[in-house]
Nanobody, 117 residues
Framework: QVQLVESGGGLVQAGGSLRLSCAAS????????MGWYRQAPGQNRELVAS?????NYADSVKGRFTISRDDAKKTVHLQMNSLKPEDTAVYYC?????????????WGQGTQVTVSS
């Protein structure tokens, strides 16, 4: 059974930094796209960044956030710098994972990021 576990959220002042990590475990054959989404209260879940062999960022985080992956460790990271109060949300990692029987998109449980002004 595949599981994604996130870490690194917390409370930070505006202008500060946080680093989120997400590790996959289970019977994994390969991993395709990895990404981070976020959902603020009363808002839809939105894509923050994704990574394959290239990276893709939401306009609101370009130049401030950096996504990276370590395929050997089955992990994806999100380095968040120059944080703003509007970055406050629950952040979810996602991975397109191929097991030995099927392929599916998996989600982490979410980690809270709160940026105070």
């Amino acid at each position: 059974q595949v599981q994604l576990v996130e870490s690194g959220g917390g409370l930070v002042q505006a202008g500060g930094s946080l680093r989120l990590s997400c590790a996959a475990s289970g019977s994994i054959f390969s991993i395709g796209t990895m990404g981070w989404y976020r959902q603020a209260p009363g808002q839809n879940r939105e894509l923050v960044a994704s990574i394959t062999s290239t990276t893709n960022y939401a306009d609101s985080v370009k130049g401030r956030f950096t996504i990276s992956r370590d395929d050997a460790k089955k992990t994806v990271h999100l380095q968040m710098n120059s944080l703003k109060p509007e970055d406050t949300a629950v952040y979810y990692c996602t991975m397109g994972i191929r097991t030995y029987t099927y392929t599916n998109n998996y989600w982490g449980q979410g980690t809270q990021v709160t940026v105070s002004s």
